[in-house]
């Protein structure tokens, strides 16, 4: 809100956060040099560009999908893996109902059948 941008612009406030609100007075001479030194480092930062050609590009693109495909297919590969693991788990696991009990409860299966016996 208003109010806050005013009181965190504010004088007191900026003078407990330890700024002062005085700018020093640059000469000619300073930002000139200040300007330089930004465009040395600029100029230090810009790599050279390594110019490649179209046969390169297309070799290091279709290292790239093949690369994508391999991981695509260990991917695959692990998940199938992790499921037959859990079917074989799960096989071993079945809950063993006596039918007596079962008919007591009411509860004779899964299927689909008319409800109103």
Known sequence: ???YLDH????????????????QRSTKE??????????RKQ????????????ADV???KDEELQKRREERT?????????????????????LQV???LAAMMGFSGFGGGNKNC
């Open 74 to 94: 260990k991917r695959r590969q692990e998940k199938k893996k992790g499921k037959k693991k859990q079917e074989e788990a799960d096989d071993g696991n079945e």
């Open 8 to 23: 965190i612009n504010g004088r007191k406030h900026q003078r407990n956060l330890g700024y002062s609100m005085r700018t």
């Open 43 to 54: 100029e230090a930062e810009i790599k050279p560009i390594d110019i490649l050609k179209p």
């Open 30 to 39: 300073e930002v000139n040099d200040r300007l330089k030194q930004l465009v």
């Open 1 to 3: 809100s208003h109010t």
């Open 58 to 60: 297309i070799r290091m």
């Open 98 to 100: 006596d039918p007596a």
